[in-house]
C-alpha cells in the first residue's frame, strides 16, 4: 500500500472491518490512518468510496476532496484502477465505475475494498445477477482462515437472496453469522429471505433473538429495525409497528438518507392500507424537503415523493419532478434510472395522493416489470407493488386486483394483506356472476 506506515495500515484494516460489518465509524478511523500517513492513496480511496456509497448529492464534495488527494500521490497499479472507478462515480456512471471495480477483482480477488464497493454498486443500480456473480468470481480465492470471510458470505447470501436462491442464501448467511455475529449485512441478508418467504414470525425470532449483535453500534441499525418493522406488518401488529417506527427507527430524527428511504417506505405501507399515523409525515417531510431538488439518485427520489404526496407538499412535489425532467437530460447514470423508472414512478405516485387512481395504475404497469432498473432489493421495491395493488382496488379494476393477489398468495400463501385483497377480488366475481345470472 502506497504511502502507509505500519500504523497506517492496521487503522486501514480497522475501518475496513467495520464497513465489512456496518460498525462503529469507519470515517473517523480512516481519518486516523491519513493523521498517521497522509500519503496513504488507499486511506484516501477507501474514505471517498464511503461517501460515494451513501447515495447523497451533499457528499460529491467529499469525494472529489478525497479522489483529489489520491490522485496526486505516487500509486502502483491496481491503487490507479480504484482512482479509475472513483473518477467514474464522479462523472455519475455507475455502469463505468462498476467496470473499472470489476477489473480490480479480475487482476486482484484478495482486493476486500473493491469487493465491497463493488457489491453495493451493484445493490444501487438493482443488478441482482451480479450480486451474486461478482462476489462468485473471487469467493474461491479466499479462506475461512481469512478475518474478512465472513463479508464475502454475507455479500454472497444477499446475491443469493435477490436471485431466488432462497436455501443457499439462508445457509451462507449462517455461515457468515456464525464466523462474526456482528456482522449486520448478513444478518440483513438472512431476513430477506424470511421476507420474501412469508416467514414473518421465524423473522421476528431471528432479529430480536440477534438484536444485541446488529443494534449496538451499528450505522446498518435502522434498516434492519425497519424489516424487523416489516415482520410485523405482515403479521397486522400494527402497533407495534408505529412503537418501532418512534423509537429506533426515527427518534433520532436521523437526517441520513438511507434511512429516510427506510422511515418512507414503512410509512407508505401504513398509508395504503389507510392507517392514521397522526403528524408523522410531518417530520419526514419536512426533513426530505432540502432534498427536493437534488435529482441524484431516482431511488431516493420515489422515497422523497411519498412523503411529499401524504404530507400534501405539492410544491415540493411539484420540484422533485422539475429535477428529475433536469437530471434525465444530463449524461450520468441517473439520467437513465430516472427517465426509464423514477420519473413515471414519482408522477404515478403523485396521481394516488391525488386520488387519481387509473393514471397511477397506466403509469406504474409498464414500469412494473423493470423497477429493479434504479436500485434497491425486491424487499424494497415491493412498495411499489403494494400501491399498484391498491390503486387497482380503490380504481374498482378488480379484475387486476384478482390477478395481482393471487402472485402474491403464491409467493406468501399466510400473508393476512394479500388474503384479503384476493377475497375483495372474489366478491366482486361473485357479485359480478350474479348481475349476469339476472
Excluded at 428529475?324 to 441517473?334: D, E
Amino acid at each position: 500500500m502506497s504511502g502507509a506506515s505500519a500504523a497506517a495500515i492496521a487503522l486501514y484494516e480497522q475501518a475496513l472491518a467495520e464497513l465489512q460489518c456496518y460498525s462503529g465509524d469507519p470515517l473517523a478511523t480512516i481519518d486516523e490512518a491519513l493523521a498517521e500517513s497522509p500519503d496513504f492513496v488507499m486511506a484516501h480511496c477507501l474514505r471517498a468510496y464511503v461517501f460515494v456509497l451513501s447515495t447523497e448529492a451533499q457528499a460529491a464534495p467529499e469525494v472529489q476532496a478525497s479522489f483529489d488527494a489520491a490522485a496526486s500521490l505516487p500509486s502502483n497499479a491496481r491503487e490507479r484502477r480504484h482512482l479509475v472507478a472513483l473518477r467514474q462515480f464522479l462523472q455519475g456512471s455507475w455502469d463505468g465505475a462498476i467496470g473499472a471495480l470489476e477489473d480490480v477483482l479480475i487482476d486482484y480477488p484478495r482486493d476486500a475494498l473493491a469487493v465491497q464497493a463493488l457489491h453495493l454498486a451493484d445493490f444501487f443500480v438493482g443488478d441482482a445477477r451480479n450480486l451474486r456473480d461478482h462476489v462468485a468470481r473471487v469467493l474461491p480465492e479466499w479462506s475461512p482462515d481469512d478475518s474478512g470471510y465472513h463479508a464475502l458470505l454475507g455479500m454472497y447470501a444477499f446475491g443469493l437472496e435477490e436471485c431466488g436462491d432462497y436455501r443457499r442464501a439462508e445457509e451462507a448467511g449462517r455461515r457468515a453469522i456464525a464466523l462474526n455475529p456482528c456482522d449486520a449485512w448478513a444478518q440483513h441478508a438472512v431476513a430477506h429471505v424470511m421476507e420474501m418467504q412469508g416467514r414473518a414470525q421465524e423473522g421476528i425470532d431471528w432479529m430480536t433473538g440477534r438484536q444485541g449483535f446488529w443494534a449496538t453500534n451499528s450505522f446498518f441499525a435502522v434498516h434492519n429495525w425497519w424489516h424487523l418493522a416489516l415482520f410485523h406488518l405482515e403479521l397486522e401488529q400494527v402497533d407495534r409497528v408505529l412503537a418501532l417506527y418512534d423509537g429506533p427507527l426515527r427518534g433520532e430524527r436521523s437526517q441520513v438518507v438511507l434511512d429516510l428511504v427506510d422511515a418512507s417506505a414503512l410509512l407508505w405501507r401504513l398509508y395504503l392500507r389507510g392507517i392514521d399515523t397522526g403528524d408523522r409525515w410531518n417530520e419526514l417531510a419536512a426533513a426530505w424537503e432540502p432534498l427536493a431538488t437534488d435529482g441524484f439518485y431516482a431511488f431516493n427520489d420515489a422515497h422523497a415523493m411519498m412523503a411529499f404526496v401524504a404530507d400534501g407538499r405539492d410544491r415540493a412535489a411539484d420540484a422533485l419532478l422539475a429535477a428529475q425532467q433536469q437530471a434525465i437530460s444530463s449524461s450520468t447514470g441517473n439520467a437513465r434510472m430516472t427517465w426509464e423508472v423514477g420519473y413515471p414512478l414519482c408522477s404515478a405516485l403523485r396521481a394516488f395522493g391525488r386520488g387519481d387512481y387509473s393514471t397511477c395504475l397506466s403509469l406504474l404497469r409498464p414500469i412494473r416489470s423493470r423497477l429493479n432498473r434504479f436500485g434497491g432489493s425486491h424487499a424494497q421495491r415491493d412498495v411499489f407493488d403494494l400501491t399498484l395493488l391498491e390503486a387497482a382496488r380503490r380504481d374498482g379494476h378488480y379484475a387486476l386486483l384478482r390477478g395481482l393477489a393471487n402472485e402474491r398468495i403464491e409467493l406468501k400463501p399466510s400473508s393476512p394483506l394479500s388474503r384479503r385483497y384476493r377475497q375483495d377480488a372474489a366478491r366482486w366475481a361473485a357479485q359480478t356472476a350474479g348481475i349476469a345470472a339476472i
